[in-house]
């Protein structure tokens, strides 16, 4: 979202606020306590988000160099176990890598 666009939600917001708890009350000072409660409200909740996609593209990220580990793994011919062979760590390899696959957008 453009930060003029931004700016502009985030003055409607407010003046909405004022407006609903100043017909509401009738008192300028619980406008004013109001409008600085919600105006600190939208700002964690934005800080929030921030932090909530940084960790989101950190996670992305890890798993996209787990799968070209995976894929570099393939590239040197290492090659499957036969069905006999299977391990419980096999397993519980591709369980993982399943898990990071869903992962990925």
């Given at each position: 979202?453009?930060?003029?666009?931004?700016?502009?939600?985030?003055?409607?917001?407010?003046?909405?606020?004022?407006?609903?708890?100043?017909?509401?009350?009738?008192?300028?000072?619980?406008?004013?306590?109001?409008?600085?409660?919600?105006?600190?409200?939208?700002?964690?909740?934005?800080f929030a988000s921030v932090l909530l996609l940084?960790?989101?593209?950190?996670?992305?990220?890890?798993?996209?160099?787990?799968?070209?580990?995976?894929?570099?793994?393939?590239?040197?011919?290492?090659?499957?176990?036969?069905?006999?062979?299977?391990?419980?760590?096999?397993?519980?390899?591709?369980?993982?890598?399943?898990?990071?696959?869903?992962?990925?957008?």
């Open positions: 979202m453009p930060f003029r666009m931004f700016c502009r939600v985030l003055g409607l917001v407010l003046c909405s606020t004022a407006l609903t708890v100043y017909f509401a009350s009738h008192s300028i000072g619980t406008v004013v306590v109001t409008t600085l409660t919600c105006s600190l409200l939208l700002q964690l909740a934005y940084i960790w989101r593209s950190g996670c992305v990220s890890r798993a996209g160099q787990r799968a070209e580990h995976f894929g570099s793994c393939k590239e040197v011919g290492s090659e499957p176990p036969e069905l006999d062979e299977v391990t419980n760590e096999d397993l519980l390899q591709r369980d993982q890598m399943l898990a990071i696959s869903l992962l990925l957008p």
